[in-house]
Nanobody, 122 residues
Framework: QLQASGGGLVQAGDSLRLSCAASGRTFSSYTRGWFRQAPGKEREFVAAISWGGGSTYYADSVKGRFTISRDNAKNTVYLQMNSLKPEDTAVYSC?????????????????WGQGTQVTVSS
């Protein structure tokens, strides 16, 4: 129901925009989030956005470089990633949370999509 796309291989300093499209269900009233998992590491929170897009929440490691946004008409959430660093290399996954409060814990999210690989070379 959630499918992330837009990943790829880029160089440090480049930008990428990830998309997470939903199907089979309308997630316009759900909080949406992005997480990532690097090789050998646990999945970690990246960003979250409220159902209306008015509130956002970022991990300290991406604050100022990444921007989360959403288009409820398209049932899609985006992650604009600028000034990418090698440590941003990971599989990025999107998630949806039924409750309106922003959250950063994996268990707070009810729906998960397959991830997209982002690789940043130095």
């Amino acid at each position: 129901q959630l499918q992330a796309s837009g990943g790829g291989l880029v160089q440090a300093g480049d930008s990428l925009r990830l998309s997470c499209a939903a199907s089979g269900r309308t997630f316009s009233s759900y909080t949406r989030g992005w997480f990532r998992q690097a090789p050998g590491k646990e999945r970690e929170f990246v960003a979250a956005i409220s159902w209306g897009g008015g509130s956002t929440y970022y991990a300290d490691s991406v604050k100022g470089r990444f921007t989360i946004s959403r288009d409820n008409a398209k049932n899609t959430v985006y992650l604009q990633m600028n000034s990418l660093k090698p440590e941003d290399t990971a599989v990025y996954s999107c998630a949806a949370r039924e409750y309106p409060l922003l959250a950063r814990k994996i268990y707070d999210y009810d729906y998960w999509g397959q991830g997209t690989q982002v690789t940043v070379s130095s």
